[in-house]
Nanobody, 124 residues
Framework: QVQLVESGGGLVQAGGSLRVSCAAS????????MGWFRRAPGKEREFVAA????????SYVDSVKGRFTISRDNAKNTVYLQMNSLKSEDTAVYYC?????????????????WGQGTQVTVSS
């Protein structure tokens, strides 16, 4: 089993920056990919970004490309999502997810492990 704990959410003004973190513990040696999803009020869960644990390959949803950066620190078993130029539409609960072998990294069904979520609110 893998446990994920997010931190770093909060309130920020539009145009500002915020970094959320996800610390993984447990059987992290088998992890293949870690990702960030978000769910805004009244909307479905949406893929935001993902990174492979070993090679560091990244993937982003189009709406955050050029603004968000996903990175990892294998020594700390931690994944980060740096969010710049935030917009009001980025307001959501952000969830960290991990998978031992996701084939379709943009689909939540491929992720076995989930964090509890952290609220990010962007005021306009």
């Amino acid at each position: 089993q893998v446990q994920l704990v997010e931190s770093g959410g909060g309130l920020v003004q539009a145009g500002g920056s915020l970094r959320v973190s996800c610390a993984a513990s447990g059987r992290t040696s088998r992890l293949y990919v870690m990702g960030w999803f978000r769910r805004a009020p009244g909307k479905e869960r949406e893929f935001v970004a993902a990174i492979t644990w070993s090679g560091g390959s990244t993937s982003y949803v189009d709406s955050v490309k050029g603004r968000f950066t996903i990175s990892r620190d294998n020594a700390k078993n931690t994944v980060y999502l740096q969010m710049n130029s935030l917009k009001s539409e980025d307001t959501a609960v952000y969830y960290c997810a991990a998978s031992d072998g996701a084939i379709m990294i943009g689909h939540p069904m491929w992720y076995e492990y989930w964090g509890q979520g952290t609220q990010v609110t962007v005021s306009s």
